[in-house]
């Protein structure tokens, strides 16, 4: 599975939208992008995944770039139950298939 | 939908002695469990992938006869760890995915193992 390249800590106020970026260079034809996020002594919570559309749900958006090398996850309206760190992971389809973790972006919202 | 329950959330137990942590998948079935160890301050670490009735497949460096891994139904998976030492405390967490209905898998809760 492709590798990812995240920044190490982010900040956001209470009600601006958070952009966290991923970058996925080796990326593959059939590796999908997916985030997760993990509040501090929990497990990890999925937010979103795609291939290579824009995706959007109830949580956040997806922007994944032409080229697929990189990728945005966008919350919205930040709130500070949003602090956690986040997780950008490549991942095949197949059975096989694993979530290996990086190291996160560590998002702090503040008041 | 996608629930992922483990228990026990957490754990204190004597040195050599033996923890089994269970991972259920409420309301799907999960094809594929997966467990991980995450140390303080650190990233998640996959122990191993099992698939309902066979033999997990282990990362390299994670002793399989020490984390025992049971996924002997398509709604339950158990790890124990056996032997345990102070350096085996961590905190323990398991995934699930239903292959056929899904791509994501979903995580438990995690357990936190302390050994003393």
């Known amino acids: 599975d492709a590798k990812t390249t995240q920044p190490p800590s982010m900040d956001c106020a209470e009600g601006r939208a958070a952009n966290l970026p991923c970058n996925h260079s080796?990326?593959?034809?059939?590796?999908?992008v997916y985030w997760y996020r993990q509040i501090h002594s929990q497990g990890p919570q999925y937010i979103i995944h795609g291939l290579k559309n824009n995706e959007t749900n109830e949580m956040a958006s997806l922007i994944i770039t032409e080229d697929r090398k990189s990728s945005t996850l966008i919350l919205p309206h930040a709130t500070l139950r949003d602090t956690a760190v986040y997780y950008c992971?490549?991942?095949?389809?197949?059975?096989?298939?694993?979530?290996?973790f990086g190291t996160g972006t560590r998002l702090q919202v503040t008041l | 939908g996608a629930v992922v329950s483990q228990h026990p959330s957490w754990v204190i137990c004597k040195s050599g002695t033996s923890v089994k942590i269970e991972c259920r998948s409420l309301d799907f079935q999960a094809t594929t469990m997966f467990w991980y160890r995450q140390f303080p301050k650190q990233s998640l670490m996959l122990m191993a992938t099992s698939n309902e009735g066979s033999k997990a497949t282990y990362e390299q460096g994670v002793e399989k006869d020490k984390f025992l891994i049971n996924h002997a139904s398509l709604t339950l998976s158990t790890l124990t760890v056996t032997s345990a030492h102070p350096e085996d405390s961590s905190f323990y967490i398991c995934?699930?995915?239903?292959?056929?209905?899904?791509?994501?898998?979903?995580f438990g809760q995690g357990t936190r193992l302390t050994v003393v």
């Open positions: 080796t990326i593959s034809g059939n590796e999908y």
């Open positions: 992971i490549v991942r095949g389809s197949g059975t096989a298939s694993k979530l290996t």
């Open positions: 995934s699930a995915r239903d292959q056929g209905r899904w791509t994501e898998a979903f």
